[in-house]
């Protein structure tokens, strides 16, 4: 591997966290969203086990793959019932109003959708590179 | 218009199915993507195809105006297009599995799962 | 309490497997956990198929639209009869894989992720019972889709990877054949939801667009649910898989297809018109025949019930190849009585290969002697599926085939009695060389079949047998969901009826 590209990896990967952080909250009232967001991540870990090897990617992860699917496929899920105990509706979100700022536990949910997508996609893409590094 | 759209689907969905009945399963895999690509261009055009302002409600109003497009259709595409992804993406890594496992990419040579538990003798002794 | 239960069970049948699943994916590392998860979730699953029974029953037909958007605009969710008991059967076999998956299931296989995709699995069943929305149906079919290619592969065996790729081809096609046909649909009528849909389409102009999508959505539902033309992906890769998964497989899979083909076909189109009746009653008596010829020549247990559960999609689709409101109950009954039985004989299956160390019926033997109480717990289940009188098999085919009679099938019923015969000369064949005829090993040691994988067996056997002794109650149901099923004012008024309990209006 290059030293240029093998460097460069890590600054990209913190860049591309950024990013997707960036796309993940934009995606509130703006094109983008969890999933977007989630796929950038998934890119950015992809780049660092490219670079390194899957190794180092599950390092920087800190958890399996489908632990993160698990927690963020649970977060979505729990958003969905304040609205079922207020309005007897899964999914009809609550929203606040705190100064210019418009929250709600949909943004909870995209929450949640960012970290199926890293997970599964992690899943995925750390399988296949081990399997060819094998 | 539309004839276009539909010469190209049934290009497509043409070459999907020729690369489905390969022996290669690779090509099959990349016959599934060019059919579900033609599905999605089939939504598109029976969704009506029409030129106009995106489906964004605008600032300062409750529902979309009456020029803007089908938002339907570019929901139902782009749920197709995710749930695609995640099944190519599953069936890659199935294939390159399998080809790891029985070491041949060709179907013909990929008998295991008829090999277990056969009712013919010969392959019994074969496979203990 | 009770309220808030009965306002919100359409959605925990949905919500708690969907938890489960999380929650098993999320405690990865901890398979000790995953496994009591997986219980509580499964009894709770049950426990709230078993309240949305109960709303129905008493309330009629329930709706929900998830996020509170009106219908058509919103994605429905509608449980009558039919949909309510196909969940509570899938929830009861579901525990009862659970329970059997304790003593079953290696470390192994707890380890490659058994338990979030088994949840996952029920998640995308549930979901695909329940569904008012055409689009929708498509997408449960692919979580569906996708969880049994996990569960498929839990061993990574060549044999299983191999069978994999097969079922992975064609059920992609299937999906791909089924969303073309909801695109065409969509094109022609503007709308998905099934309600808004079954208003539309009687008005439509019969086009070219919607008999191809008619025939779409048969050719679809017919490779999912195993029809005779389309049906080779199933013996081809069910008996590769680890026997819990089979069995839950062969329970439940095909079953979600024909019962998309059921909803399908009696709320958005006709059988009678368009020339689909004929179709499918060549592909019902091919289904039925081709599937106990297959199953005659097979030695391996798993193949066998591979096969038969081919024949028996056969006699639960000449239910609606015939569409009386009496061939339809008697679809309905065949259907509730066939899950239990099919599923309950793979776990036999199991707890022969635990007992003798082998799925080869000409390897095994001499169970009657060592293990008498797997000798009646696999009779039951084996003698209902050949239809033997006072078990559930026996009201089940009397239900079709009497209906076949009446509504001018003879035929149909001939081919129906004369497959019921090879059905028990198939069962008579694992009965004979498994338990009656000794091993034929002498020094093989016949384990001892652990109370985890009996008391499963002997759960649902006891339903068989109270199916057997007492159809009245189920007869009645099956007539009661029939003419709901049939009734499509009933579910369009039901949906469109619904009171708006949310705030968020669209």
Request: charged share 10%; hydrophobic share 60%.
């Amino acid at each position: 591997m290059s030293i240029i590209f093998s460097t460069m990896s890590r600054l990209f990967f913190v860049l591309m966290l950024v990013v997707s952080l960036y796309m993940l909250f934009r995606g509130h009232n703006e094109p983008g969203g969890g999933f977007v967001g989630g796929l950038i991540a998934a890119l950015g870990f992809a780049l660092l086990a490219l670079a390194h090897d899957v190794a180092t990617a599950r390092r920087a992860l800190m958890v399996h793959p489908v632990a993160l699917m698990g927690a963020g496929l649970l977060l979505a899920f729990l958003s969905g019932l304040p609205g079922l105990l207020s309005d007897r509706s899964f999914l009809t979100h609550w929203w606040a109003e705190i100064g210019s700022l418009h929250l709600g536990t949909a943004t909870t949910f995209d929450i949640g959708v960012y970290f199926v997508v890293i997970g599964g996609v992690l899943c995925l893409i750390f399988r296949l590179y081990e399997e060819v590094d094998q | 218009m539309s004839l276009v759209y539909a010469f190209a689907i049934a290009a497509q969905m043409g070459c999907g199915v020729y690369l489905l009945l390969s022996r290669h399963v690779v090509r099959i895999l990349l016959g599934v993507v060019l059919l579900s690509a033609a599905t999605n261009l089939l939504i598109f055009v029976a969704g009506g195809l029409v030129f106009t302002a995106p489906p964004v409600i605008a600032q300062g109003t409750q529902m979309l105006g009456g020029e803007a497009a089908n938002p339907l259709p570019q929901a139902l595409i782009l749920t197709a297009i995710v749930i695609g992804f995640a099944l190519v993406a599953f069936a890659a890594a199935l294939v390159l599995k399998a080809y790891r496992a029985m070491g041949s990419v060709f179907t013909s040579e990929q008998t295991d799962a008829e090999a277990l538990g056969t009712p013919f003798d010969a392959e019994v002794a074969r496979n203990g | 309490m009770a309220d808030f239960l009965n306002e919100t069970a359409l959605f925990w049948p949905l919500a708690i497997p969907l938890a489960t699943a999380a929650l098993c994916a999320a405690l990865w590392s901890l398979p000790r956990w995953q496994r009591g998860a997986n219980l509580v979730g499964l009894g709770l699953t049950l426990a709230a198929s078993l309240v949305l029974l109960n709303a129905v029953m008493s309330d009629g037909i329930q709706v929900k639209q998830f996020g509170g958007w009106a219908p058509p605009f919103g994605i429905s969710f509608v449980a009558d009869q039919f949909s309510a008991a196909m969940v509570v059967i899938s929830s009861i076999l579901a525990l009862a894989a659970g329970v059997f998956a304790t003593a079953d299931l290696r470390r192994r296989q707890e380890r490659s992720g058994f338990y979030p995709l088994f949840n996952g699995l029920m998640v995308g069943v549930n979901g695909a019972f329940l569904t008012g929305d055409i689009f929708n149906l498509y997408v449960w079919f692919e979580v569906m889709l996708i969880t049994t290619l996990g569960l498929i592969t839990l061993d990574r065996t060549r044999a299983q990877l191999d069978g994999a790729i097969k079922y992975a081809v064609l059920n992609l096609f299937s999906t791909i054949l089924f969303l073309m046909a909801i695109g065409l649909l969509y094109g022609v009528t503007g709308t998905l939801n099934m309600a808004d849909l079954a208003i539309v389409l009687p008005q439509a102009q019969g086009s070219v667009a919607l008999t191809v999508a008619a025939m779409m959505f048969l050719l679809a539902f017919g490779i999912k649910a195993g029809f005779f033309p389309m049906f080779f992906w199933l013996p081809a890769s069910y008996h590769t898989a680890s026997i819990i998964v089979s069995a839950v497989f062969a329970g439940l899979l095909t079953k979600v297809g024909v019962y998309a083909c059921f909803r399908v076909f009696t709320l958005l189109f006709e059988v009678e018109d368009g020339g689909i009746r004929p179709l499918v009653a060549f592909f019902a008596a091919g289904t039925m025949v081709f599937g106990v010829f297959g199953a005659a020549i097979q030695w391996d247990v798993r193949r066998i019930l591979s096969f038969h559960i081919i024949s028996q999609i056969g006699y639960i689709m000449l239910g609606l190849a015939i569409a009386t409101p009496l061939a339809l109950a008697g679809a309905v009954f065949y259907i509730i009585h066939h899950i239990v039985v099919k599923a309950n004989l793979f776990f036999v299956a199991g707890a022969i290969h635990r007992a003798t160390g082998t799925y080869d019926l000409r390897k095994a033997g001499g169970l009657m002697k060592s293990s008498p109480l797997l000798a009646v717990l696999f009779l039951i289940p084996a003698l209902s599926l050949a239809g033997i009188p006072p078990l559930s098999g026996f009201w089940a085919k009397f239900m079709v085939i009497d209906a076949s009679f009446r509504g001018d099938a003879a035929w149909l019923g001939a081919v129906a009695l004369f497959v019921g015969l090879l059905t028990v000369f198939s069962m008579s064949k694992i009965w004979i060389e498994a338990f009656w005829k000794d091993s034929p090993r002498k020094t093989a040691r016949v384990r001892s079949v652990p109370a985890g994988m009996l008391a499963p067996i002997a759960a649902l056997c006891a339903i068989t047998l109270v199916i057997g002794f007492n159809p009245e109650p189920l007869v009645a149901f099956s007539h009661l969901a029939a003419d709901t099923m049939a009734d499509q004012a009933q579910f369009i008024a039901a949906v469109f009826n619904e009171r708006q309990i949310a705030g968020v209006q669209p």
